[in-house]
Nanobody, 123 residues
Framework: VQLQAFGGGLVEPGGSLRLSCAVS????????MYWLRQAPGKGLERVSA????????YSADSVKGRFTTSRDNAKNTLHLQMNSLEPGDSALYFC?????????????????RGQGTQVTVSS
């Protein structure tokens, strides 16, 4: 199982970034997927979750209305579109796989997490 997030960078407040996560080694379409983030000196925060078929998404209150999660099961790719970015969104962002095939929730367990991609929001 491999997950690799990419697409991070430096962006000004109010800007946008699109993160992606390429996965391999498992049946991607069978699993809920998650985005998480960790800011310096803080714990890991759940950002979003998406069902295995991509029809439903769930977001943390802190990003609701600004971030959109999507997936392309044909390309084994997960995305996070981040708009109206704020300095408080600066963090290392990770993608993760739900632990149980076909089951998940915003706060549910994950079993694999890829290396993160850094997002820095600053003027």
């Amino acid at each position: 199982v491999q997950l690799q997030a990419f697409g991070g960078g430096l962006v000004e407040p109010g800007g946008s970034l699109r993160l992606s996560c390429a996965v391999s080694g498992f049946a991607f379409s069978n699993y809920w997927m998650y985005w998480l983030r960790q800011a310096p000196g803080k714990g890991l925060e759940r950002v979003s979750a998406i069902t295995s078929n991509g029809r439903s998404t769930y977001s943390a209150d802190s990003v609701k209305g600004r971030f959109t999660t999507s997936r392309d099961n044909a390309k084994n790719t997960l995305h996070l579109q981040m708009n109206s970015l704020e300095p408080g969104d600066s963090a290392l962002y990770f993608c993760a796989r739900g632990r149980v095939p076909g089951y998940g929730c915003l706060g549910c367990e994950y079993d694999y997490r890829g290396q993160g991609t850094q997002v820095t929001v600053s003027s």
